[in-house]
């Protein structure tokens, strides 16, 4: 069982709608991202949270909007989304954000929110 | 243009077969790590490697840091039909807070 909990698994939203994923570690961890991965590819990075703080934003459309409401819960916000968002929703959790000494902080990641936009 | 390149895109093996698994770049990379994912499930670190020309292994995978630390290796002796997943290396700069994906090596481990 991952450590890194992602709500829902699946979601299908029309291009009208409003929902939100969610995402809870309770690892300690202090930094927390979203990233988005189409079939077959890797995962792209979208946000990275760090204390709480939005410290990296990847010029992500404003379509989708995060929020971290603590240490523990990170939500992804999802307004007017486009057929082409469609794809699995990653979220991770490290213990620190970036590189510490000698080597980056691994990353934790959740199962993912399979998003279908109709 | 990705700055991780993995090679092969798609690998197809029999169970018991050994194969290698690339990850090249013309940038220096502090620290690189690997992952696995398997179908339905987030990626789940293996490794990390910081020294160069470090080896690292882990049952039946073993893990190589270029000495230059611009490229690593992964090596699996006697697949099973479990190591069938997404290995993803994953690098890190010094310059940058940034994790950096490579384009990813689907296994297919056939019994």
């Known amino acids: 069982d991952t450590e890194v909990t992602q709500t829902p698994k699946h979601l299908v939203m029309g291009m009208t709608n409003k929902k939100s994923l969610k995402c809870e570690q309770h690892?300690?961890?202090?930094?927390m991202y979203w990233y988005k991965q189409k079939a077959k590819k890797p995962p792209e990075l979208m946000f990275v949270y760090s204390y709480e703080k939005l410290s990296i934003n990847e010029s992500v459309p404003s379509r989708f909007s995060p929020e971290c409401p603590n240490s523990s819960l990170l939500n992804l916000h999802l307004h007017a989304l486009q057929p082409e968002d469609s794809a699995l929703y990653l979220c991770?959790?490290?213990?620190?954000?970036?590189?510490?000494?000698?080597?980056?902080?691994?990353?934790?990641f959740g199962n993912g929110t399979r998003l279908t936009v109709t | 243009t990705q700055l991780l390149e993995q090679s092969p895109q798609f690998l197809s093996i029999q169970e018991g077969e050994n194969l290698t698994v690339y990850c090249n770049s013309s940038?220096?990379?502090?620290?690189l790590q690997w992952y696995r994912q398997e179908p339905g499930e987030g990626p789940v670190l293996l490794v990390t490697?910081?020294?160069?020309?470090e080896v690292k292994k882990l049952k039946r995978l073993t893990f190589q840091f270029g000495d230059a630390r611009k490229d690593s290796s992964l090596h699996i002796t006697a697949a099973q039909t479990g190591d069938t997943g997404l290995y993803l290396c994953a690098g890190a700069r010094d310059s940058s807070y940034k994790l950096i994906f490579g384009s990813g090596t689907r296994l297919l481990v056939r019994p």
């Open positions: 940038s220096v990379f502090s620290s």
């Open positions: 490697v910081v020294t160069g020309g």
């Open positions: 991770a959790s490290s213990p620190r954000q970036g590189a510490g000494v000698g080597s980056h902080s691994p990353l934790h």
């Open positions: 690892m300690g961890h202090r930094a």
